[in-house]
C-alpha cells in the first residue's frame, strides 16, 4: 500500500471534498479538519512502524510524472525526512484541534491548512528535484492566505512581507536545481546525492544559490527580517505551523540540498556557513531579550535555535573524525525536531494568553500562575526546555552539536553564550507574566479548557520524554547520519 502517497494527498483531498460540500459550516469544515489530520497522523505512525533503511532511502513510492526531461513521481524516506514527518503531521493535527475555535470562514481556512499539510508532506518526501519544488512553493500560498486571512493588525503587511521575501529567497534553489539536472540529465535527487554531478564553480555558484534560499527560510541572520512579523501577526496555529515546520524546510535543505549534493563545495564554505550560524544564534537570542512582545521574542527565539542547526551541519563539513561528523549531524536534526515541540508549545501557550487577556505584552500581565495554574506550569516548562534545561529536549540536541563544536571548531563555541541570554530573557518573562502580584485586571481569567489541555500535553509529554530519554528519536536519525558523515 503506498502509504506515502496517500499520507501526502489525503489532506488536499479532504479539502476538496469539504469545497464541494452543498453546506459548509464551521463544525463540519473542523470536524473534517480533524479527522483528515488524525488519520494522516496514523498513517505516518504506520510509515514509522514499517521503518527505514541504514543506506539510502526506504518506502520508495515512484512512477513517470514528465518522462520528456526524466521528471519523476518519487517519494521516499530516511533518518532525516522521517522525523520530519511524524513532526509535522502530530503539529497539523493539535493545530486542527486547537483551530476548532475559529468561526470565521471557517472552510476557507480548513482548506488552506490542509493544503499546507499536503505541501509540507510533499517537501519532506520528495526524491525528485522538480517535485520538491513544486511542494516547497505551494507552501508559500497557503501560509500567505493564513496570515492574510486570519492574522492580526497588521496581517496584510506581514503576510505580503512573507511571501515577497520567500518568494524571490525561492528562486535561486530553482537555478540550482536546473544546474543540477543539466550537470547529471535526471531530477532524481539519488542520483544527485550518490554522484554529486557539480563540481569547481559550477558547484560553489550552486551551493551559493541553495544557501541564500534555505537561509531565507531558516531564516538565518541578515536574511531573518520577515520572521518576527509574520509570527507576531499570524493566528496562532499559522505561528505554530510556520516555526514547527516551514522552518525547517530551511534546515532540512540544508543537509539534503547543499551538504548532500555539493558536499566538496560545502567543505570550503564551511567557515563561513558556521560563522552565519554563530552569529544567528547569539543575535537570535539578543535580540529576543529586547522583546516585550511574548510572540515576538519567542519568534526570535526560533532564529536563535535554527542558528544551533546551522552550527550542526556547517561543523560536520569541517570536522576530520567521521564519528564527530555523525555527532554534529544527529544533534542539528534533533534540534529540528525539538524545536517543532518546543517552539509549537510556547506559540500555542501564548495564543492561549492573547485568546484571554487580547494582549502580548509582558507589562499588562502578573501573577498569572495562581490563576492560571495549567497554563503557568506549561509555559514554565516550555521555556526551561527553550533555554536548554537538562532532562528536556533541547539539551540533548544542543549537547551534541556544542560537543562536535569544540572538537572541530573551537572558536564557535562562543555561541553557547546565546544559552546564558535565552535564560534570561525567559526568567525575565517568567516573572513578569506569571509570578508577582496578580493584576487585578486579569482576575477572571480561565484556565485552560480540555480542548487546549489536549493540544498542549502531548508537546509536554514528548518535551520531557526526548530529553529524558531520547535513545529512541537518535536512534532513528543516526541510522541515516552515520552513512553520512563517513
Known sequence: MPLLTIATFLPILAGLALMALPKQTARIAHQISIAAT???????????????????????????????????????????????????????????????????????????????????????????????????????????????????????????????????????????????????????MRVWIDAPPLTGLAAMLALI????????????????????????????????????????????????????????????AGQVILAFGVVSALYGAFAALAQTDLKKMIAYTSVNHMGYVVMGVAVAALASDPR????????????????????????????????????RNMADFGGLLTRLPWLGWAFILSAFASLGLPGLAHFPAEFQVFLATLNAAPWAIIAILAIVVTAALYLRAIAAVFLGEVNPKWADLPDLDRREKLVIVPLLVLTVLVGVAPGWLIGLIHTTMTGLGI
Request: glycine share 10%; aromatic share 14%; net charge negative.
Open 38 to 188: 488524525g488519520a494522516v497522523f496514523l498513517i505516518t505512525l504506520a510509515i514509522w512502524a514499517r521503518g527505514i533503511v541504514p543506506d539510502g532511502f526506504a518506502q520508495i513510492e515512484e512512477f513517470t510524472w514528465i518522462p520528456a526531461i526524466g521528471a519523476a513521481y518519487r517519494l521516499g524516506l530516511d533518518g532525516l525526512s522521517l522525523p520530519l514527518v511524524l513532526l509535522t503531521s502530530l503539529l497539523f493535527l493539535l493545530s486542527a484541534i486547537y483551530s476548532a475555535r475559529i468561526s470565521d470562514r471557517a472552510p476557507s481556512f480548513v482548506v488552506l491548512m490542509l493544503m499546507l499539510e499536503t505541501a509540507a508532506l510533499g517537501t519532506f518526501m520528495a526524491l525528485d528535484g522538480l517535485l520538491f519544488y513544486v511542494f516547497f512553493e505551494v507552501s508559500l500560498v497557503g501560509m500567505y492566505f493564513m496570515i492574510a486571512g486570519w492574522g492580526y493588525e497588521e496581517r496584510q503587511k506581514a503576510a505580503l512581507m512573507f511571501f515577497i521575501y520567500t518568494l524571490l529567497g525561492s528562486l535561486p534553489l530553482l537555478l540550482a536545481i536546473i544546474g543540477l539536472y543539466l550537470g547529471s540529465g535526471s531530477f532524481d
Open 209 to 268: 544559490a541553495m544557501l541564500f534560499t534555505f537561509a531565507v527560510k531558516i531564516p538565518a541572520f541578515p536574511v531573518h527580517t520577515w520572521l518576527p512579523a509574520a509570527h507576531v501577526q499570524a493566528p496562532t496555529a499559522g505561528s505554530v505551523i510556520l516555526a514547527g515546520v516551514m522552518l525547517k524546510f530551511g534546515t532540512y535543505g540544508l543537509v539534503r540540498f547543499a551538504f548532500q549534493m555539493t558536499p566538496e563545495a560545502f567543505a570550503q
Open 324 to 359: 564527530m561528523r555523525t555527532i554534529a549531524l544527529d544533534g542539528a536534526t534533533l534540534q529540528m525536531v525539538s524545536h517543532g515541540l518546543v517552539t509549537g508549545a510556547l506559540f500555542f501557550l501564548v495564543g492561549m494568553v492573547q485568546d484571554r487577556a487580547h494582549s
